[in-house]
């Protein structure tokens, strides 16, 4: 089961992305800000984080930073939602809209996750055409 850190500062939205993500069968873990989430990742490595732009503390971009390039962090996938457009952010695979639709929300999680995955296997060895024919 795939765990998604869900990095939001409204109480509303993170309960329904919460129950959107234990829907379509994630494991999540809430960060109220972005140094909450930051401690979590450290501990948990989340397979996606997903996170607001705009929070006290540690915002959303700064968060990606500090993701990017920290050992053994900087591959987690990140999807930045926001209420404000926002621009190519290092790190982060999509950008998504706080007024997306939900469907768009899971078709965009799905994607990410499914992607990473597919980069974590290893790639196919080729066989030589001595060992073919032995």
Same mark, same amino acid.
């Given at each position: ?5 869900? *990095?939001?500062? /409204? ?16 494991? +999540? =873990?809430? !960060?109220?800000?972005?140094?909450? !989430? ?10 996606? *984080? =997903? ?9 959303? *971009? ?29 790190? *982060?695979?999509? +950008? ?11 078709? !965009? ?9 597919? /980069?974590?296997?290893? !790639? ?11």
């Amino acid at each position: 089961m795939s765990t998604v850190l869900l *990095v939001d500062d /409204e109480p509303d939205l993170m309960e329904l992305y919460t129950d959107v993500l234990e829907v379509m069968g994630y494991q +999540v =873990v809430q !960060a109220h800000d972005g140094m909450e !989430a930051l401690e979590l990742a450290r501990r948990q490595r989340p397979d996606l *984080v =997903v996170t607001d732009w705009m929070m006290p503390r540690l915002d959303g *971009v700064e968060l990606c930073g500090r993701l990017l390039h920290e050992p053994g962090l900087e591959g987690i996938p990140i999807i930045l939602h926001s209420s404000r457009r926002a621009p190519r952010i290092p790190g *982060v695979r999509m +950008v998504l809209s706080k007024s997306s639709p939900l469907e768009e929300f899971e078709d !965009a999680v799905a994607q990410v996750i499914d992607e990473a995955h597919l /980069e974590q296997l290893p !790639a196919p060895t080729s066989l030589t055409s001595s060992e073919i024919h032995h």
